[in-house]
């Protein structure tokens, strides 16, 4: 059964006794199934948050079909392009399970998001730039990604209600789903309580939800630009009501332009996730 495992395979993974993986299933530390003939079973999902809740790393991923990644940069590279080959024929499982096990492996987020998901999603603009890469396979792609963000997502336990809030989006035009599903992930995995409102915001309503939720963070991602002014409006309205309320807004994405980083010089520009970890860690 596909994204099930055996104690005997997980044992192996993080190379460990058997009886060891038996007894977390029965004490309840490791989620288990049961096959009708009343054999335990153990979820992806459950294996990672069980490696994460104890931080215990996989030293054998392949006992999970997960390839190894490894410490070289060589094989790294090899993994993420990987990703991009099994995102580009639609193959969720294989995804899905290299992502998640670049986490497992103790990659940062922040890097697999980038390299897993930004620069896999450039090679895919690139296939269907040139034609290589039909309509749907690039849509399918996006929405094996948008799963993929899912279950990263749901690896990070809800953060307390007393936790940093940050709020954020994409303006009016803008239908890129990923980019803010992505900056959402990473800011709960650092223990943020982020919520992304999605995408095509008119401006008015994200400063609205800033005046109204008082977030200590804002986020806006510029995939694509429809029009400039509209797009200059929307920015001035996040600008007002992320000043009224003391909160910096971190801006990033392809579809930036330097004639709105002038415009806008007191929100904090960056270029990736990677950056992002590192402004949105230093805020907390
Ligand atoms: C998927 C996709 C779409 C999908 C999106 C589906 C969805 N629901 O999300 C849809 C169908 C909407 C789409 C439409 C179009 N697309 Co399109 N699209 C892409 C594609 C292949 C991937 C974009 C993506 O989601 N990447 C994954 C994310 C995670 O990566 P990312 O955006 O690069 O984000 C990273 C960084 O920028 C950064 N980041 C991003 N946001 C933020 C925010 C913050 C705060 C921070 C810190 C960092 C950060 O971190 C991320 C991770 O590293 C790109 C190719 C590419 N080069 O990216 C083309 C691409 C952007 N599209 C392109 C075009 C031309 C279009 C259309 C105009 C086509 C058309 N004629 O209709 C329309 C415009 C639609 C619109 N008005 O929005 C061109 C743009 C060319 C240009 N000059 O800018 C590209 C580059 C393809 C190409 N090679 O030509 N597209």
Redesign the pocket.
Known sequence: MAGLYTPRQVAQAFNVSESSVKRWCDDGRLPVEKTPGGHRRIQLLSILEFSKAHDMNLIEPEALGIPYTGASENQRHQAYNSLVQAITLGDRETYTQLGLGLVLEGRPLAEV???G??????A???K??HGDLE?YE??L??QI??EFLLRVKMLYPCPEEDRPLAV?G?LS???????????EALLLSMDWNAFSFG??LPGLTLAKAIENRRPRLV??????I?SYSGMKMDLEHVRESARRVGAPV???????STQIENEFPEFQF????R??QE?AGAQI
Do not use: C, K, M
């Open positions: 998001l980038d390299l998901l930004g620069a896999t999603f450039e895919i603009g690139e269907w730039s309509v690039e849509r792609a996006v990604a948008a954020g994409t035009g803008d239908y890129y789903q990923l980019p803010t599903q992505a900056v995408t095509n986020w806006v991602s510029i995939s694509w429809d971190v801006v990033g994405g392809h579809g930036l960056l270029n990736n996730l950056e992002l402004f």
